[in-house]
């Protein structure tokens, strides 16, 4: 059996050597190696009508042949494969139709996806994108928006206060004071909310007034799921006269069943915020329950996205306006908090991470 197997070795390799198209290569690798009727595999299939001394000798060397004529093969297909390919270049050797290498694309930041779709959203309400400077002084930020010297955001835990040169100190001045015979330096502050855009606004414009300030908004605090000290602030103001909660609502509930493609229901919570009176937070019902109760609302069937209130006279009077001719309504919210809504994101700190897999989801 041994010389049989060195016979078909030697013709073996010769066919494969002769074989000048894949399709001749093909009836040899069938030839030997086929299930059927293949001549290795024939000889592997009679060892079974033979001693055990006599199956170990000669499987062993069975099984390497098949390895080796299989290597053959294998080496002989790629060397046609190449001269098929050479063969082309030759009588083409320049293909002016064929695209070239593409590079891979980078996707749109999430954040940025959401911060383009709320705008589109409010611009077919009629609002205006405006934005403000990130670095604030303390009177647009805090005095401003009723927020007084004492009041818990000017702690140092909460602002980013900046340093300044002595020399430029006396160019930071409250445009309130500046009438006044002694004049206060404003310090400088990385801003902890976008409301300051709400009074640069409208000291430059009269009502009606329908706005929006998307932008960055940092705040001196601990990171975790779902906190980070820089994030992306949502601002929206409505002015004219006659402008009722009503409105607000109305608004809010076309922005978000506009968002999250699904029908919502809103509510609104009493609460405090300075620069507005009264005041509120928005929720809405939970889009993964439909409002039934679920882990994401802590079986409440609500999720907080926003607060909100109707603009404080105080904020009127420090913009120009007289709180007895206009009324509006100002809301804010986190970019960061409804895209983690929208999209089920478990934690903020996946935004700034620089995790392609994660990017490369949207």
């Not at 001549?39 to 060892?47: E, P, V, W």
């Not at 694309?105 to 709320?118: C, S």
């Not at 004219?240 to 076309?254: G, H, L, P, R, Y």
Request: aromatic share 10%; with cysteine; hydrophobic share 40%.
């Amino acid at each position: 059996m041994n010389n049989d197997l060195i016979k078909i070795k030697s013709e073996a390799e010769g066919e494969i050597r002769a074989a000048k198209t894949t399709a001749d290569l093909e009836r040899v690798r069938i030839l030997y190696l086929g299930r059927e009727q293949g001549k290795i595999t024939g000889i592997l299939r009679a060892l079974k009508n033979t001693s055990a001394e006599e199956r170990v000798r000669v499987g062993s060397f069975a099984n390497a042949l098949r390895s080796e004529v299989d290597r053959l093969l294998q080496q002989r297909m790629a060397e046609l494969k190449k001269g098929t390919m050479g063969s082309a270049l030759k009588e083409e050797w320049i293909d002016v139709t064929r695209p070239g290498a593409r590079k891979p694309k980078g996707t749109i930041h999430p954040i940025t996806q959401v911060r383009n779709n709320v705008e589109k959203i409010f611009a077919t309400m009629g609002f205006s994108v405006v934005e403000g400077p990130e670095v604030e002084t303390e009177w647009y930020n805090f005095d401003a928006l009723n927020i007084p010297a004492d009041h818990p955001a000017r702690d140092m835990w909460d602002t980013f206060w900046l340093k300044q040169p002595e020399n430029q100190k006396s160019e930071i001045l409250n445009p309130k004071q500046t009438q006044n015979s002694k004049l206060k330096t404003q310090k400088l502050l990385l801003r902890t909310h976008t409301s300051p855009v709400q009074v640069r606004y409208m000291e430059k414009n009269n009502p009606p007034i329908r706005i929006i300030a998307p932008g960055r908004a940092y705040r001196y605090e601990a990171t975790d799921a779902s906190h980070d000290f820089q994030f992306n602030q949502l601002e929206g103001l409505m002015v004219d006269k006659k402008i009722t909660i009503a409105n607000f609502k109305a608004v809010m509930e076309e922005f978000f069943k506009r968002f999250f493609s699904v029908g919502t229901t809103i509510r609104l919570r009493p609460s405090f915020f300075p620069f507005v009176e009264p005041g509120f937070e928005i929720d809405i019902s939970c889009i993964v329950c439909a409002g039934h109760g679920c882990s994401v609302c802590k079986r409440t069937g609500w999720l907080e996205l926003a607060g909100a209130g109707m603009v404080h006279p105080n904020v009127f009077k420090h913009a120009g306006y007289n709180p007895k001719d206009v009324s509006g309504f100002a809301f804010g919210m986190g970019l960061e908090r409804i895209a983690m809504m929208k999209y089920k994101i478990p934690d903020i700190r996946l935004f700034n991470s620089g995790d392609v897999r994660f990017l490369k989801q949207f």
